[in-house]
């Protein structure tokens, strides 16, 4: 049989993709005239690697700690280049030189595509599952937040379980070549939890598809599949073992791992109940976990995209209800357009904030239905389920049935929160079932006739339910969430008027519904329209497969465009104008010492990364954040916040007053390092957070007891008189002091305390020496007399152990794609269609196998 080249099975593939890239273009067009969208969490992130990007400037040398936010933590966790990650870094490079919605969108749908085609659905049935992945409602809200890693790390994901599902066929080194390189842009996108997520559903495919292979007596390939998949996943996951080693390692120290209280104490000392409300003994809580916690009613917003109100913020028009009220009450009329458009609580669900609805797509919805009816493939069992799953964690709370029992139990599940993430996942498998009926119409050329039963049955349990809230929908539910009287009676000031304008707003989200549940099924009814002319040989392939593409385009877009539209664009300068420094700022930056740190009480300190943008911040914004310090702001902050802001050198306070940001000199500040009279010696943590609320740390400092030996020797009270240390130079990772004293004596420094003695390591005239916390979360030592160089140094050993794991594990990952690239190219033309799946479903043979390999066609493979 005549051989193929690679080229010449690719080329297909290849216009399709750049098809889809223009979809992605069209979609995004402003960025292309160099505008951009208003990300607020991606500012945030810009804002916390200031010092990172300013230090490697003026070095060439990321520093690995910065002291930007939450008085300092390790910069991995925040913005970190790998040149020995050279894999991954290119692909950062070649991402870079596209503006970033698009890219992101365009790399969701070549992940997706490249599924379908290991699924025998290349061509427009690949554009399908590609566009019913990325256009997700809950993807492109996810863009417009900002949320860049999240939405890489979904990227990627459709091309593991690509490379998985290969090498458990028998394609060896393409499944390891395909799930190394995704892996290793998996782990680079550094969002863990979608990686999380990704991981439990590949578990349950080995399961799934290992099942299948004992019964099938295909022992042997699956034990070559679990090595290969063994290897690739070895050398995805080395390729960032350097970023992979050190979170594993700090994430221990954060809100996420083991706290050391075991109550809260007052200033008395009493106990109060749990010590932390994010963390548990191992990880968080369940009121904080489950926090965002899917609605089992929202999960009717997959078919229904106004279903529960759409988002918190908005989405209304000058025809609402809501603003026909306001203006009826003489609110001025662009004042109640605003609010109306972007201030309106337009959700009444049980999240506390959303953005917009996790909408799938109605059309998809009504063909996936039909694919888990219809299909032979035993690939369906494992989509359903999945997608079950998904949307059951996505619950949360409102499912502890599961969820709990996940989350006290299941490895890892407690360290995160907003479960809700699995809905984006949701995404792949409503494609891929979907796409699996409308290959099983193909290959086994189904008539209408054939299909009559699964076909009603699926029009009707979308279509008609969708049919069903059109017409009583506004009937069903009361449209109400939990806090709307508050909140309107807290906007209007009135509780009457308030009340007045919730009915208008209870009025808009009645109509949203009705009108979105006939919106769904029309759509549907255009679609199965279409699948019934093609079943009925009324409408030919090549005209039905890019019609039903066109539909679910159409569909999607017109729903994604009321979240995340052209109204999103702004130019650069813009963005740049909104953070600017303000009057306070400027009068901060007058000085020019060498490092202090600055508290904004303007906003939420612990939430926020606008002081980060200028200044060294004792708050922040970063998931990660060290757990003692979370619990030092907590507990110790509320009771004795001048005592905690002077021991964390907090020069200066940015308040709001009626002019805006206004600034306030602590002049009780103690600077970068200081000596203490004495030293309390205390049993435990608990004891430790009781006395900082009470303490004085200019003369005191707080120790436990377990650094008593560090104390041996000292005679307390210290005469400090005359004694003096400063900070003479600084880098983030590398802090340089002088000290003269004319007795032995015990300095604090007013920085973080972070594995002492191992990755922060202290020196005097450059001789290494201990080092200790003292104050719950700051750093001591014991400085001897006379004149001396003090310095502090951050040396992870795991840094270096990683590098050396990244260049191997990166060098093996490009040797696997070249010899994956030269299998591909030498596989004969018999097995063009097990590598890449046929350009349209059509050309398929009746009884074609889903991108099976010839040589495993035994009874009941060519379904799996």
């Not at 052209?566 to 901060?588: C, G, H, L, M, R």
Request: charged share 15%; aromatic share 12%.
């Amino acid at each position: 049989m005549k051989k193929t080249t690679l080229f010449q099975r690719l080329g297909p593939h290849l216009l399709f993709v750049l098809a889809l890239f223009l979809l992605a273009s069209i979609y995004f067009l402003p960025a292309w005239q160099g505008k951009v969208i208003n990300m607020p969490d991606t500012q945030q992130s810009l804002a916390a690697a200031r010092e990172i990007r300013e230090v490697k400037e003026q070095t060439g040398h990321a520093p690995l700690w910065t002291n930007v936010l939450f008085s300092g933590m390790p910069s991995y966790m925040v913005s970190f280049p790998n040149p020995t990650a050279f894999v991954g870094m290119a692909a950062l490079a070649v991402k870079a030189m596209f503006p970033v919605p698009v890219i992101l969108l365009f790399m969701q749908m070549l992940g997706m595509y490249i599924l379908m085609i290991v699924l025998g659905a290349g061509g427009w049935l690949g554009v399908l599952g590609a566009v019913t992945f990325a256009f997700g409602t809950y993807n492109l809200v996810s863009i417009e937040a900002g949320h860049i890693s999240k939405v890489y790390a979904l990227a990627y994901a459709p091309g593991i379980l690509a490379g998985v599902i290969q090498a458990l066929r028998g394609r060896y080194v393409a499944g390891m070549a395909l799930t190394a390189l995704f892996l290793c842009l998996e782990f680079g996108s550094n969002h863990l939890q979608i990686t999380y997520y990704l991981f439990l559903i590949l578990g349950i495919y080995v399961v799934f598809r290992a099942v299948e292979l004992v019964r099938e007596g295909n022992v042997r390939q699956l034990a070559l599949g679990l090595a290969a998949l063994l290897v690739a996943g070895a050398i995805g996951a080395g390729s960032w073992s350097t970023r992979l080693l050190a979170v594993n390692q700090y994430s221990k120290e954060t809100i996420r791992g083991r706290s050391e209280l075991t109550a809260t104490t007052t200033s008395q000392g009493q106990d109060k109940d749990q010590t932390n409300s994010r963390a548990t003994s191992d990880g968080l809580t369940e009121d904080y976990a489950f926090t965002y916690s899917y609605g089992k009613l929202e999960t009717f917003t997959l078919l229904v995209p106004g279903f529960i109100g759409g988002g918190s913020g908005g989405g209304l028009t000058t025809s609402s209800n809501l603003y026909q009220a306001m203006t009826g009450r003489g609110v001025d009329p662009a004042a109640a357009k605003q609010f109306v458009e972007q201030g309106a609580p337009v959700y009444w669900g049980d999240q506390p904030i959303v953005g917009g609805p996790a909408y799938a797509g109605a059309i998809m919805v009504f063909l996936f239905v039909l694919g888990m009816l219809i299909s032979r493939n035993r690939l369906k069992w494992f989509a359903l389920g999945v997608t079950l799953l998904l949307i059951m964690i996505a619950w949360g709370k409102n499912f502890m049935l599961l969820n709990g029992f996940l989350f006290n139990y299941f490895p890892y599940f407690n360290k995160f929160r907003a479960m809700t993430m699995t809905l984006a996942l949701v995404q792949i498998f409503i494609g891929m079932g979907a796409v699996l009926g409308l290959q099983e119409i193909a290959r086994r050329n189904l008539t209408f006739a054939d299909l009559k039963k699964p076909f009603l049955i699926s029009l009707g349990a979308t279509g008609g339910l969708a049919m069903l809230f059109a017409l009583l929908g506004g009937t069903l539910f009361d449209f109400r969430a939990a806090n709307d009287t508050q909140v309107f009676t807290q906007i209007f000031g009135d509780a009457n008027l308030g009340n007045e304008m919730l009915r208008a707003l209870i009025s808009d989200r009645q109509s949203l519904l009705r009108s979105d549940a006939f919106r769904s099924f029309i759509f549907i009814g255009l679609a199965a329209g279409l699948l019934w002319l093609y079943l009925n040989k009324r409408l030919k392939p090549a005209l039905f497969y890019p019609l039903l593409v066109g539909l679910v385009v159409i569909d999607l877009f017109l729903i994604d465009k009321r979240w995340v539209n052209n109204a999103d664009f702004v130019s650069k300068s813009v963005i740049q104008n909104q953070y600017e420094p303000t009057a306070a700022d400027q009068q901060i930056l007058q000085d020019t010492a060498m490092s202090y740190r600055v508290l904004d009480n303007t906003t939420n300190f612990m939430s926020s990364n606008n002081a980060s943008q200028y200044h060294k911040s004792i708050g922040g914004y970063n998931p990660a954040r060290l757990r003692r310090y979370d619990e030092l702001m907590q507990y110790g902050f509320q009771k004795n916040p001048v005592g905690i802001l002077n021991m964390l050198n907090a020069r200066y306070v940015i308040r709001q007053d009626q002019n805006g940001p206004a600034v306030q000199h602590n002049a009780e500040a103690l600077g970068n390092a200081w000596f203490v009279g004495t030293a309390r010696l205390v049993d435990n943590a608990d004891q430790e957070m009781a006395a900082l609320q009470s303490l004085n740390p200019k003369d005191t400092a707080v120790v436990d007891k377990r650094f008593a030996n560090q104390l041996a020797g000292l005679n307390f009270p210290l005469n400090t008189t005359g004694n003096a240390i400063r900070l003479t130079s600084y880098q983030p990772e590398h802090l340089k002091y002088s000290s003269q004293a004319s007795s032995d004596q015990l300095a604090v420094f007013s920085e973080v305390y972070y594995r002492g003695d191992s990755d922060w390591n202290a020196y005097i005239d450059g001789r290494k020496v201990p080092h200790f916390r003292a104050n719950y979360v700051l750093r001591a030592m014991r400085v001897p007399a006379g004149k001396h160089i003090i310095e502090f140094k951050f040396e992870p050993p795991v840094i270096a152990v990683g590098n050396t794991i990244d260049l191997v594990a990166n060098s093996l990952l490009l040797g696997l794609l070249v010899l994956g690239l030269v299998v591909a190219a030498r596989s004969k033309s018999r097995d063009e269609e097990d590598d890449l799946g046929a350009s349209a479903p059509e050309s398929r043979p009746a009884t074609g196998t889903v991108a099976e390999p010839a040589k495993t066609k035994t009874k009941g493979t060519a379904r799996s």
